[in-house]
């Protein structure tokens, strides 16, 4: 499983982005991909693929306040 994650904590601030270009297929299996600001805006996800395949358990979310969101 991977986990790939931008996050802001304490202070003010928003998440960073994530990008992921993949060429003909990108597949998330169980993986998660997280973008999150603790009073801030959760950064942006993009994902350019010719396909994208998840899996049960895969988990893409972006997302304010931390202490809202299990992992």
Not at 10 to 15: R, S
Not at 25 to 30: K, V
């Amino acid at each position: 499983m991977v986990k790939l994650t931008t996050s802001v904590y304490g202070g003010i601030g928003d998440g960073g982005n994530i990008n992921i270009f993949g060429s003909q297929f990108t597949i998330l299996n169980q993986g998660k991909i997280i973008a999150q600001a603790n009073e801030g805006h959760g950064g942006n996800i993009n994902i350019k693929s010719g396909q994208f395949i998840t899996f049960p358990y895969s988990l893409i979310s972006a997302f304010q306040d931390w202490e809202w969101m299990e992992i």
